[in-house]
């Protein structure tokens, strides 16, 4: 760009020159419009240059731009290409993992294939035992008949009279243990003859309770049974002869309580109790019936304990601690205690006691566990005997 201009200057200083010099006027008019010719031209030419040099830097902008947005396309290109090889990777495990679940699936097809034929060979075997089952059944049953029709009359025999749930195999089972109850009793099984069955609790998650009333000499007696379903099959059941009861009446504080008929009255084992019976020949299981003070702020069970200790008592253990009620609907408390007599003794004991007119009245139903193992049920049922006038 200098070197042009510099170029013009040139000329025009030569033109000037050549006119100071005393060139013929038309030569210089020439020389003159030549020149202007020659500045209008280079004009052009500078304006085209600057447009090309414009373009250029246009052209330049957009090259740029374009290696830009080349080099983004690449970016993404890689991006892509990564992406690619990561999501083949993912395929590649994808398969690896569908070809092993395939491998498991075939494995699991194959074992169920060999259980359910081995479940096929079991049902058929179960078939044939039920089928052996049923026709044992039948036979003991027709067995069990003729036997009960050859029976005399005035001996205990099945069907029992009444609403009992037992099948005759089931009767026949527990009849067999009534008649050691009454074997021991004397007297043999004759003379003897079912009155009654009764249902006394029902049916429920395979437990039930029954009562069975025989006629012994005229004499009416009772036997409780509990049967449950047993997880391996059958029936298990208990049998109790039903114990004729005796009272305790006191009428100094108006209740009473009753005990078995049998237990007689030992000599009271603590200053507060006012009764106390027990089984023969070992005084246990026993029931000492007493009265305490009531203390503002003390439990029933902290008051049963302070009397113990009074008592020499030792070790004793409160195991449970819980509301009740009498069947006549009065609130009660029951405490199971553990403790050892001044005698040594190790003793299992259910207290009940109800609170009246600021005392608290007892009743203590207790056993030696390794003579007579402590029954909950049957010591809480007989201390439920507690009643007011």
Not at 52 to 62: I, R, T
Request: proline share 3%; aromatic share 8%.
């Amino acid at each position: 760009m200098v070197k042009r201009w510099f170029a013009v200057g040139v000329m025009l200083l030569a033109c000037f020159l050549v006119v100071g010099c005393g060139i013929p006027q038309e030569e210089y008019d020439a020389m003159v419009a030549d020149n202007e010719a020659a500045k209008t031209q280079a004009a052009s030419l500078q304006s085209q240059l600057d447009k090309v040099e414009s373009d250029l830097a246009e052209g330049e902008d957009n090259l740029a731009a374009v290696q830009n947005e080349l080099a983004a396309v690449q970016d993404d290109i890689e991006a892509a290409q990564d992406e690619a090889a990561a999501e083949e990777s993912r395929a590649s495990s994808a398969q690896s993992q569908v070809l092993s679940l395939q491998s498991e699936i075939s494995s699991l097809q194959s074992e169920i294939s060999f259980l359910e034929s081995e479940i096929e060979a079991a049902e058929a075997r179960v078939a044939e035992i039920e089928a052996a089952i049923a026709a044992a059944e039948e036979a003991a049953a027709a067995e069990e008949a003729a036997r009960v029709a050859a029976l005399p009359e005035k001996v205990l025999r099945v069907p029992v009279p009444g609403a009992t749930l037992c099948d005759l195999v089931l009767q026949n089972d527990v009849l067999a243990i009534i008649m050691i109850f009454e074997v021991a009793l004397g007297g043999g099984c004759n003379n003897r003859t079912f009155l009654d069955a009764e249902v006394t609790k029902p049916f429920t998650e395979g437990k039930w309770e029954e009562r069975w009333t025989l006629d012994r000499y005229g004499v009416t007696v009772m036997y409780d049974m509990t049967f449950w379903s047993d997880p391996k099959g059958g029936t298990n059941y208990s049998v109790s002869m039903v114990q004729p009861s005796a009272e305790y009446v006191n009428e100094e504080y108006g209740f009473s309580v009753k005990y078995p008929k049998t237990w007689k009255e030992v000599a009271h084992t603590s200053a507060d109790t006012v009764f106390q019976v027990a089984g023969a020949p070992y005084d246990i299981p026993g029931v000492a019936i007493g009265i305490i003070d009531v203390a503002e702020g003390v439990s029933f069970a902290d008051a049963t304990t302070a009397r113990m200790e009074e008592d020499g008592d030792t070790g004793i253990e409160v195991v449970s601690e819980r509301g009740s009620t009498l069947a006549d609907g009065t609130p009660a408390t029951v405490v199971i205690l553990k403790y050892v007599t001044p005698d040594g003794y190790n003793i299992d004991s259910l207290v009940l006691g109800v609170e009246k007119d600021g005392k608290h009245i007892y009743v203590a139903v207790y056993t030696i566990n390794e003579y007579e193992p402590f029954s909950e049920e049957q010591m809480s049922e007989v201390a439920h005997t507690l009643s007011f006038e």
